[in-house]
């Protein structure tokens, strides 16, 4: 049985973003916190750095509308209001980012245990030990992009909902607060925001050394239920997938072919 998770603080996250443009509100409950953010920004009373999170949502998003949902303090469920001058054609790159941040996070606070072990599926799950231990949804509004990360702290594994899911706990990693978590996230993506705005080329070796699909076979099967394999072997300006025939994947589920 997994451990209850400890309550997030708000103010002692605020307080660590005192010199940052993050801004953190925590609510006990909610539907979705992609939901309530997307309101809160079309209602005009949120700007860049706008942080939603929560300890429960019984009604959480995942990508294609698929559900989410977990325990109370089992796990990092958060949302956040990004704007950006960049070109709206290469929004597609904002869960990569994401998805590094996480994978980032985890090593500042884990160090050499988690070293090897954390990986990337495009476009966006968190692997660890090649079970997904969070996922990520972006979307654009009003002028920006909100995103959501999910992360799978305490969750115990009859809540995990399939099978190639884990958590941190699940895989000896003895976390119970969360607050320290998120914040390293946020200030990863602070970071990884900044290289993509200027156009840093690091940013695509750096994601490139944690992917788990770039040089494999691999499944793609798209929301209108057509499928295809090809090798994936890169990532272009848009955050799109290569296959090595040339041809560009924007939307789809990826699963990885056993190698021959």
């Not at 998770?5 to 973003?17: K, T, V």
């Not at 997307?38 to 995942?62: C, F, K, M, P, W």
Request: net charge negative.
């Amino acid at each position: 049985m997994s451990p209850l998770g400890l309550p997030l603080n708000e103010d002692e996250i605020n307080n660590a973003f005192s010199k940052s443009y993050w801004r953190v509100h925590v609510v006990e409950e909610t539907g979705s916190t992609q939901t309530d953010l997307s309101n809160i920004v079309r209602a005009g009373n949120a700007d860049h750095g706008h942080v939603l999170v929560t300890e429960y949502q019984s009604a959480g998003r995942g990508r294609l509308d698929r559900k989410f949902e977990a325990p109370p303090r089992s796990s990092l469920l958060f949302s956040f209001f990004v704007s950006t001058k960049s070109d709206a054609v290469e929004w597609g790159w904002l869960p990569l980012l994401a998805g590094q941040s996480v994978i980032r996070a985890m090593s500042e606070i884990f160090g050499q245990k988690v070293e090897g072990r954390l990986s990337l599926k495009w476009p966006n799950d968190v692997l660890l030990n090649g079970k997904k231990v969070s996922g990520i949804l972006s979307e654009r509004v009003e002028g920006g992009a909100i995103i959501g990360i999910g992360l799978n702290v305490i969750t115990p594994r009859d809540e995990l909902g399939f099978d190639n899911a884990t958590s941190l706990w699940i895989e000896g990693f003895q976390l119970t607060a969360r607050d320290q978590l998120l914040i390293e996230i946020l200030n990863s993506f602070a970071d990884f925001f900044t290289k993509w705005e200027k156009k840093d080329p690091a940013l695509l070796e750096e994601y490139l050394s944690v992917s788990s699909t770039i040089g494999k076979r691999v499944r793609i099967e798209t929301p209108d239920g057509f499928w295809f394999e090809e090798s994936a072997v890169g990532i272009d300006t848009s955050g799109a997938l290569v296959m090595v025939d040339g041809t560009l994947v924007t939307v789809g589920d990826v699963v990885h072919l056993r190698q021959i």
